[in-house]
């Protein structure tokens, strides 16, 4: 039998992690339809039906929530499962690198395709707004580095 403190979380973490799906995927509609400076934390809160405190405590501030939108969109059907996690999944199951090379090619296609209305938004955002221009700045080095990883796993299968 699970004891009442072990139990709990699990509920609260339920909870927690459904309303800040609600909260991002209201936030990536209203920035989709009225963009980065014409969606107010306001807004999405009456969109998402939670209280504007409610977004700061599940998921941040206006750059956090437009961060957590593009990690959504990045992670697509496997959402909230962020993308290191179930590509290390994936390429940890593939020792041949021609093998490597096509389904990271693939992958780079179908993340590209949900993603870059994201980064479009995150681009002009970045134009008025200085924690949407560290984002910008931010998200470009994190690529860099997985990319960096997954030359180095394509490496090291070829081995």
């Keep these: 039998m699970l004891e009442e403190s072990q139990s709990a979380p699990s509920l609260r973490h339920t909870l927690a ?10 936030a990536a509609q209203l920035f989709a339809e009225q963009g980065y400076t014409g969606s107010s934390i ?16 599940s998921v941040g501030n206006k750059v956090a929530v437009l961060s957590a939108v593009l990690d959504a969109a990045a992670s697509g059907p496997r959402s909230p499962t962020p993308v290191p996690v179930f590509m290390a999944e994936r390429t940890s199951e593939i020792s041949d690198p021609v093998d490597l090379v096509h389904m990271l090619a693939d992958w780079f296609v179908e993340v590209n395709e949900r993603t870059a209305p994201i980064h479009w938004i995150i681009r002009q955002a970045a134009s008025l707004d200085e924690g949407a221009a ?5 998200r470009a080095r994190q690529r860099l580095h997985n990319y960096q990883r997954a030359a180095a796993s394509s490496a090291s299968s070829a081995v």
């Design 17 to 26: 992690a459904t309303t800040r799906s609600q909260v991002v995927d209201a």
């Design 134 to 138: 560290e984002l910008e700045r931010a």
């Design 42 to 57: 306001g807004a999405i809160a009456q969109r998402a039906g939670v209280a504007v405190q409610t977004i700061y405590n």
